[in-house]
């Protein structure tokens, strides 16, 4: 089954909800099956949302851009990770401005668990 990556443009900047579910930034991974022909027609027809291609609904973001990303994340300062110790999005996409766009929540999870798995703990603030 086609699944289509669904998320607010970016200059919407707040979610919002169609045909029964909520979108933003980050998107909603559907299934084409999902929704009905006349929800997809709105869905398609609503300036606030955009479609992305099936490959970076399924999770298919190349190497290249995984590895800006894995490199973005070792030169972050501790204040650029959340408190609960992952890579701040907002960060990262200040980090990479020229792939902001691309950067997700999902995306920077993928990425952080390669590196944990290979070793990187968060960095922690030196005490004085």
Not at 47 to 73: F, K, S, Y
Not at 100 to 127: M, N, Y
Request: charged share 35%; proline share 5%; with cysteine.
């Amino acid at each position: 089954m086609t699944k289509m990556l669904i998320r607010t443009i970016k200059q919407h900047g707040r979610p919002i909800w169609r045909c029964g579910r909520r979108f933003d930034r980050e998107g909603q991974v559907v299934a084409k099956g999902d929704l009905t022909e006349d929800e997809l027609t709105r869905i398609e027809a609503d300036p606030a949302l955009e479609i992305v291609a099936p490959d970076e609904a399924t999770g298919g973001h190349n190497d290249e851009l995984r590895q800006r990303v894995a490199d973005a994340i070792r030169g972050l300062a501790p204040e650029g990770f959340t408190a609960r110790g992952v890579p701040d999005v907002k960060a990262l996409r200040s980090a990479l401005p020229r792939d902001e766009d691309k950067i997700t929540a999902s995306l920077r999870d993928e990425v952080w668990d390669a590196l944990t798995a290979q070793g990187f703990e968060t960095p922690h603030v030196a005490a004085d």
